[in-house]
């Protein structure tokens, strides 16, 4: 079945860093693009970072574009994010998601992990 695991989520105060790893199974991981998104409370899911099936197309945010790094091993069907100069703002929960197409919404998702950025 497919399933996608995120990790890496935790308290980090502000200024910190963390990497997300998203592991899949279950469909072929190197035909998807793979996207990070985060929803914050009481705000809808936003899209963070795109990264395309081969890694030769790579999309941000706005917001996070010189902090956040999107990275992928089809070797190890696993998506990363590293996140660098973490602010209050960043705080949300981070979900990972594939898709066939570079745009829509993704056909599989993961269940989220929590990023906190508190002092």
């Known amino acids: 079945q497919v399933q996608l695991v995120e990790s890496g989520g935790g308290l980090v105060q502000p200024g910190g860093s963390l990497t997300l790893s998203c592991i899949a199974s279950?469909?072929?991981?190197?035909?998807?693009?793979m996207s990070w998104y985060r929803q914050a409370p009481g705000k809808e899911r936003e899209l963070v970072a795109s990264?395309?099936?081969?890694?030769?197309?790579?999309d941000y945010v706005d917001s996070v574009k010189g902090r956040f790094t999107i990275s992928r091993d089809n070797s190890k069907n696993t998506a990363y994010l590293r996140m660098n100069s973490l602010k209050p703002e960043d705080t949300a929960v981070y979900y990972c998601?594939?898709?066939?197409?570079?745009?829509?919404?993704?056909?599989?998702w993961g269940q989220g992990t929590q990023v906190t950025v508190s002092s």
């Open positions: 998601g594939a898709a066939r197409l570079w745009t829509g919404q993704p056909d599989y």
């Open positions: 279950g469909f072929t991981f190197s035909h998807r693009r």
């Open positions: 990264i395309s099936s081969l890694g030769g197309t790579i």
